[in-house]
C-alpha cells in the first residue's frame, strides 16, 4: 500500500480556492463580494481563482476570517489522524539529555550532577539501556590520554552502573573535591585506579581507600561514551566520539 504524499501549504491553498470557487459557482457570495473580503480587486481574485495568479498567505487568512473556517476544516480525517500519529511517533523518537554545569577534570570543582545548563534533545535509541544519563564537559587531564581529543562525556548516574568495578570500564570519579576518568578494579577495603599514565607524581593516587564508605561516594557515574561537543555534530555518531 502506498504512502500518502505529505501535506503542503500548497495543496492546503488548492483546497481553499478550490471551495470558495464552488460558493462562488453555486451562487453562494458572488466573486465581488469576496474580493470585499480579502481586500483585493475583483479582476485580480478573478484571475487568482482561475489559477492565473497566485494566492498570497495574507489573502488566504483573509478567505478564512471571512468565511469563518480554520485550515483544520480542509483537512480529511485520515491526514489529521496521520499527522498527530506523526507528531507523537516524533516526539517518541526524541530524548532530552541534560548538559551539566562544570567541568569534569582535576583542574575544576567536581560538576554539581544536579545543575543542569541546558538539555539536548537527541535520538532515543542512542539511550536505549540508560536510565539516569548526562553530558559533562570534560577538562584538561595531563594524567589520562586515553582521550585526548575529547571535549565531553556522556556518563551514566545509575547506581548498579556505577558499581561494575572490573578494570574493564570507565568512571567518572571524585577525589580530594575535583573529578577524573579512570578504569577501576575492586581492592580489599578500597580501589585499584588503572589507566593513568602520569610524569612524576599523580594527582590520583594508584589506590583510593575507602575507609569503611561507600564506593558510591567516589564513583559518580560509568563513562559510557566521550568525544567532540555533540551540540555541533552528530551526537554520537561517526568518527566524533567513542563508546567505552
Known sequence: ????????????????????????RNGEMTERAMARLVSLSQPHLHNV??????????????????????LFEFLEAEELGQALLDGQLRQQAKRHLPVLEGRLGPEDPFPDWRAVREWLSIQSHLLESCYKPALVECGPDSENLHFPASSFALVEQEESARMML????????????????????WESGGLRVLGQTPVGEPSLAPRIELNGGSVLQVVRARVLWVGRDPRLVDPFEGPCGVYL
Open 1 to 24: 500500500m502506498l504512502s500518502p504524499p505529505p501535506l503542503t501549504f500548497e495543496m492546503l491553498l488548492t483546497r481553499l480556492l478550490g471551495f470558495v470557487g464552488e460558493r462562488i
Open 49 to 70: 481563482l482561475k489559477g492565473k495568479k497566485g494566492l498570497t498567505l495574507e489573502a488566504a487568512d483573509g478567505m478564512l476570517h471571512g468565511l469563518s473556517l480554520s
Open 166 to 185: 572490573n578494570g574493564e570500564h570507565w568512571f567518572a570519579i571524585r577525589w580530594r573535591g575535583v573529578g577524573f576518568i579512570r578504569r577501576l578494579r
